[in-house]
């Protein structure tokens, strides 16, 4: 009972300690913030990293909404060229601070495309210049 209670209360902070050093990438069309954080390289073409966006105006998401950041943790195909969230958790958060959603999937093909934002080809361009 206890460890289910405190495992989103760890996972947050776990969140807050992987990404503290988040370093701003660029900006979309419409304004919204792209930051980036913890990029790992893997092989073939492989990399990690968590992904934040800082909406300029709270936005709607296929996730629901409004929200004003979205976090996820990211694995980009260098290579291909793609994006995939992993089956992480995404934070997304009202102005207070407040988490209002947190769930893990397995993967969301939208992810960085117009529906959320249209931030994937800024976070991917950052990421997979990283050596």
């Given at each position: 009972m206890v460890a289910v209670v405190l495992a989103p209360v760890?996972?947050?902070g776990l969140v807050a300690l992987a990404a503290a050093d988040w370093r701003?990438?660029?900006?979309?069309?419409?304004?919204?913030?792209?930051?980036?954080s913890s990029v790992s390289v893997q092989k073939n073409g492989l990399r990690t990293a968590w992904v934040r966006v800082e909406y300029k105006e709270p936005t709607k998401l296929p996730q629901g909404g409004?929200?004003?950041?979205?976090?996820?943790?990211?694995r980009f195909n260098c290579t291909s060229?793609?994006?995939v969230s992993n089956s992480e958790w995404f934070y997304s958060r009202d102005?207070?601070?407040?988490?209002?959603?947190?769930?893990?999937?397995r993967r969301d093909?939208?992810?960085?495309q117009v529906a959320e934002g249209d931030f994937g080809g800024i976070a991917r361009e950052f990421v997979c210049k990283q050596k």
């Amino acid at each position: 009972m206890v460890a289910v209670v405190l495992a989103p209360v760890l996972l947050v902070g776990l969140v807050a300690l992987a990404a503290a050093d988040w370093r701003t990438v660029g900006a979309t069309a419409g304004g919204d913030q792209v930051l980036v954080s913890s990029v790992s390289v893997q092989k073939n073409g492989l990399r990690t990293a968590w992904v934040r966006v800082e909406y300029k105006e709270p936005t709607k998401l296929p996730q629901g909404g409004p929200f004003v950041e979205l976090r996820a943790r990211v694995r980009f195909n260098c290579t291909s060229g793609s994006a995939v969230s992993n089956s992480e958790w995404f934070y997304s958060r009202d102005r207070g601070g407040k988490l209002v959603v947190s769930k893990k999937t397995r993967r969301d093909d939208q992810f960085g495309q117009v529906a959320e934002g249209d931030f994937g080809g800024i976070a991917r361009e950052f990421v997979c210049k990283q050596k």
